[in-house]
């Protein structure tokens, strides 16, 4: 996973959550992803959180690199294990449910 | 994380994606081309121009959430931010709005805010504050209300702003400045400095106008040509600052003594004219004219020691719309130099008789210049009588001008176009080489003292300024001993003499030249000319001389003429002398020369000799 260009050095905690948000351009889709994203930072992350959003017509590779290939798509970088949520944002208990379980075995099993 | 869990993950990803295309959730994809640039692919939607084209424009463009979220910026706004765009979207707008914007941007917000524009500061990454004006416009998406805002950077204007303010500043000012120096400029080109009156250019323009006016009408403009008289003496005696002040006065009468209508302008040193518009006929323009001439001669009590005005006007009456603003203007001219000639103080008009004369004199003038070229100028030569002796004491050079036919023309035929045309000066210039080349070679034999020549002089021959120089050279070149060099003035020359001519009259006695009054009693000069000028002879004028014996009181005056000259030690020499009788008298006053035709009329060159030995003859008389 490629860091993203703005770290704040010093200033982070385990408990950061660190989100990518890819989107195309200025599309309907883009525009509402980019609100979850933020109601999300806002809400249940609040003070916690960390979103920087890709258009991916200006930086392809970073998508290509975070292997997202369908956007709108919220990536969670931080904690791992990485995890990705793709397409409307706003059904947030999915996308909730999807980046706030910190474990693969947790996530395993809810996905089981 | 086990193999098994991420791939659990991945499939579960997997299956969200396809879920999120299949709902539509999805609108571009990347495609990963190893080597190559990675591909985007989009999902054209019927919006998608638009899109393009808020996305490449000039100004800053968002979408802001109905809580102030920033979910799309354009390009433009990044920069103007100078951010990377996914520090710009998904922030709050207020996060780069200068303190207090956030306020006005609640104004837009607001009911019957919205499409208005407001002024705002953005905040760039530095600190550096982007003034914008932003436009706004609601956008309702799933019952939520957000807004698209433009950004337009004022920067840019507000430089140019103050630039056009600054550079309209100095223009506007630059612009009054040409406009003050446009109207000095005006008023310099079309009036006098010194009395603020209509000068030659404007005059022209109001005599055209009065002229074409005319045509229409059918009625009289006259143009008054106003000279003042003896104006240099004003100069020369009192200084040019004296001369100023009676000029600003004659302009003051003039105007005072005029109609509104009328135009006063000053179109040289002491010339001012006059255009009436509203003559009913010539002699109403006389009238007006001898009015003119009685305001400016006229001196208040209060004003006895200024200096008394006279002047000489000619008028020229133009009927139905005749003539040029020039050919009026010579028209009154001519008849304003006519009046001066007949001694000034008084109104002259322009008629056929005087433009006759002026065709005349032209003529003349013509002929005399084209003698000059030719070098067809001779002079004839009067014997002066000393009247003790009864032998030739010299002779009076007199110019004439050989016709092609041989025949003769005497002086008074010409003096008056060469005076007036300046070709006197030319002409005296070639008299004084003739009459001293000639003088040099005549041989004295029986008389007592060798043989003076008298040569007439003009006032304008001092003009040049070297006319002393001239003499000398003169003299030196024929050899005449300088005393022997007699030039005559005539009163009215020495009317015109300024300091400077006087000056060089000084130098031209300084040589030894004896300088003398020709015409003395028919001008106006005064004892205080006889004292003031180096003077050695008077020559008592013909009109005087031819009355004695008839007149009593030409013989009073020839009398008084003589003895006065003889108390100031000048010579007296009578012209005219025809009779023996006049002769007599002459001897009988005390006269001490005199020529005329008793004696001799005018003789050609080759006739001298034979002169001065016949007059050697102590029989003759």
Partial sequence: MTARPHPEPGAETDEDFHLTLFVSGASDLSARAIAHARQLCDGHLRGRCRLTVVDIHDEPEVAVSSRVYAVPALVRTRPLPVRRVIGDLSQTGHVVSMLLLLRAEDTAESLA | ?621
């Fill in chain 2, 1 to 621: 994380m086990t193999s098994r869990a991420e791939a659990l993950l991945r499939m579960a990803e997997a299956e969200d994606t396809l879920r999120a295309i299949g709902a539509g959730e999805v609108d571009a994809f990347v495609v990963a081309d190893e080597g190559r640039e990675h591909r985007v692919f989009t999902l054209a939607t019927p919006d998608r121009p638009y899109r393009m084209f808020v996305e490449n424009m000039h100004d800053g463009a968002a979408t802001l959430s109905s809580s102030g979220l920033i979910l799309y910026a354009n390009r433009r706004l990044a920069e103007l931010l100078a951010r990377p765009r996914e520090t710009i979207v998904g922030s709050p707008l207020a996060t780069f709005l200068a303190p207090g914007g956030g306020a006005g941007l609640d104004e837009v917000r607001g009911p019957g805010g919205l499409g208005t524009a407001l002024e705002l500061e953005l905040i760039g990454v530095d600190g550096i504050r982007v003034p914008v004006q932003v436009g706004s416009s609601p956008l309702f998406v799933d019952g939520e209300q957000m807004l698209c805002l433009t950004f337009t950077d004022l920067s840019v204007h507000k430089v140019k702003d103050r630039e056009i303010a600054r550079l309209g500043q100095a223009q506007a000012e630059r612009l009054a400045e040409l406009q003050v120096a446009q109207a000095a400029l005006t008023q310099q080109a079309t009036h006098d400095a010194l009395t603020g009156l209509p000068n030659r250019a404007l005059l022209i323009d109001q005599i055209d106008q009065a002229i074409a006016g005319c045509q229409r009408s059918g009625q009289f403009i006259a143009v008054l040509f106003v000279d003042l008289d003896r104006f240099k003496q004003v100069n020369d005696t009192h200084g040019h600052a004296a001369g100023d002040v009676m000029l600003r006065r004659v302009a003051a009468k003039l105007v005072a003594a005029l109609r509104s209508t009328d135009t006063v302008a000053r179109i040289g040193g002491d010339e001012f004219v006059v255009l009436t518009a509203e003559v009913g006929s010539q002699l109403h323009a006389v009238d007006m004219g001898s009015r003119l001439l009685s305001e400016l001669t006229r001196r208040p009590a209060a004003a006895a020691d200024e200096e008394r005005i006279g002047a000489s006007i000619g008028i020229s009456v133009s009927a139905g719309g005749r003539g040029t603003a020039e050919s009026l203007l010579n028209e009154a001219d001519t008849a304003m130099y006519e009046a001066k000639s007949l001694g000034g103080q008084r109104v002259s008009v322009f008629d056929a008789a005087l433009g006759r004369q002026v065709r005349r004199r032209s003529i003349a003038r013509q002929a005399l210049q084209s003698a000059l070229d030719d070098h067809r100028i001779t002079a004839y030569f009067q014997p002066i009588i000393d009247l003790a002796s009864g032998s030739a004491a010299g002779f009076e050079a007199l110019a004439r001008i050989v016709e092609c036919d041989g025949s003769i023309t005497p002086p008074a035929a010409f003096i008056p176009a060469a005076e007036e045309s300046g070709l006197v000066v030319p002409l005296g210039a070639q008299v004084l080489q003739i009459a001293l080349t000639e003088a040099s070679g005549w041989s004295p034999a029986g008389t007592v003292s060798p043989l003076n020549i008298a040569v007439n002089l003009s006032s304008r021959q001092f003009e040049g300024g070297d006319l002393a120089a001239e003499v000398e050279n003169l003299l030196d070149m024929t050899g005449m001993p300088a005393d022997g060099l007699h030039l005559e003035l005539t009163e009215t020359a020495v009317m015109d003499l300024h300091v400077d001519f006087l000056d060089q009259l000084g130098s031209i006695t300084a040589l030894g030249v004896q300088i003398g009054l020709d015409d003395f009693g028919t001008g106006y000069a005064s004892l205080t000319h006889l004292r003031r000028l180096p003077l050695r002879f008077v020559k008592i004028d013909q009109s005087f001389v031819q009355g004695l014996g008839t007149e009593n009181e030409d013989e009073r005056i020839v009398g008084a003429v003589i003895d006065l000259a003889a108390n100031l030690g000048l010579r007296s020499i009578a012209e005219g002398v025809e009779t023996a009788d006049q002769l007599h008298q002459l001897r009988e006053l005390g006269c001490d020369q005199a020529q005329g035709y008793l004696f001799a009329r005018p003789l050609p060159p080759a006739d001298v000799e034979a002169a001065i030995q016949r007059l050697a003859d102590p029989t003759h008389c």
